[in-house]
Structures are given as structure tokens and as C-alpha cells.
């Protein structure tokens, strides 16, 4: 695996104004020589001007954010990320590579969760380039790279969890989207690490069922809701009839037999169970009329 590593060459105004002041010189003796009709000073000084020239080319500028991976004849030399005029040999290639944050929105892609049932999902990235040498060496195109591996992780995450689960100890894609956007961040940074690439921040741009089930499935999640808003109803009056047996029982209001604690118990259950609110019936003489 190829490293970064820095090479930031020279400052580039200082070598340029003294490769400027050696190319007016030489152009001064070139005229001398010329009209000194002294053939050998003419090609010595018109090849000394040429090499100055091919020298200029040497320069080369760093932007803010911005690399500049340098290669000599193939041959990874470093990076230069020291923004400003810089001067390098100039047989070096130069090629850019940005360093700013950038982000991709993923397609919605049609996939199975944990449960089967076909959802559509995208995400969006936040990413960055982190090691030039990586982008540039490890990978073909690092930015397809990280197109074609988001998708693939996002696959991946869809099918480990179930879109909806009505029991808070179950992660879920709708329910738990900090839990997921984490494992999707993950998912993804272990896919690009050899790209050189570091993920800031992965989340969810979309989620819904797949049109061809999504009534079917709305029905379905209605009809799981009320049973599970159900389940919550009855425990919560069951602990309220267990209380107040156990408070008429601790404090001796009123003593009842089983058969009255059964009927007690029933009507409790009706009224904090019911839909309706419950219509109070007066009882005028005893408990036991």
C-alpha cells in the first residue's frame, strides 16, 4: 500500500524572480554574441536560455484544501499541500486532488429488509479526501469508489434491521435513525479506508416501503400499532387493579371476598380498558344487593 507522504518542493516567487533575472541576462549575452558573430557562444547561450525556460515550468500552484500528487516518470515523489506558488523538477506530473468536504446523495434502491419486505432507501454522505497517495494509487477512480461502495453498504444495513418494530428493545430503520446512521457510517468507512477517503457523516435521505406493498403494509403497521398500544393498556391496568386491591386490602377500607374481588377486578379491567368512558351506575343499598 502506497503512503502519503510530503513534498512540498520550493518557494515559487523566489525561485521565479531569479530564474526571471538569469533569463534577461542570458537574453542580454545572446545579443552580444550575436553581434559578436561568435558561433559558439551563440549555442551555448540560446541552449542556457532554453534550459531556463524549461525550468519556468517547474511552477505550479496549490489552492486552499488542494493537493498536488507529484509522479517522475511513474514514480510516486509526495504531495504537495502548502498552498501558494510552489516550484518543483520540472519533469514532475502534477495532478490535483481536492481536500475539500464533499457530500453524495445515493439513488433510492429497492431492497429487502431484515423482515423481507421490499423498501426504498437512499442515504447521503459526507466525505473527504484524507490520503492523496490512497485516492490516487489504491483505487481506479476513487469517486466512483465511494459511489459504488455507499450503495453497497447501504444494501447491506437494509437487510440487518426490519423497517418498523413496535418493541423498543429492537433497532429499526424508521425507529432508531441515530443507531443506524452510526453502523451506516461504519459500514461505509471500512469500505473506503484503502481509498484513502474519510466519511464525516452518513444518514438517511429516504425510507418508505416499496409502492407495490405499501398499503398493505400501512394496514399492517396500523394493525401492529393497535395491538402493541393494547398490550401497553392492559399492563398498565392490571398494575392499577393490583394496586388498588393491595391499598382497600392494606388500609381496610372494605373487605371482599374472592367472588367480590372478581367482580371488583372485572369492572376495573372494563372501565380502563374500554374505548368509551365509562357510565357510573349509583348502588343504593349494600355491596351485597
Known sequence: MIREREYHGLPGIPVLITLMAVEGLLVWLLVQTIQARNPVAITVTSLALAFIIFMLFGHFMVNPNEGKVLQLFGAYRGTAKMQGLRWANPLLMKKPVSLRVRNFESGRLKVNDSDGNPVEIAAVVVWKVVETAEAVFEVDDYENYVHVQTESALRNLTTSYPYDAHDDQL????????????????EIQDRLNKAGVEVIEARISHLAYAPEIAAAMLQRQQAGAIIAARQRIVEGAVGMVE??????????IVQLDDERKAAMVSNLLVVLCGERGAQPILNTGTIYQ
Open 243 to 252: 394496586m388498588a386491591l393491595d391499598m382497600l386490602s392494606q388500609k381496610e
Open 171 to 186: 433497532i429499526s430503520l424508521r425507529g432508531h435513525t441515530s443507531a443506524v446512521a452510526d453502523h451506516l457510517k461504519r
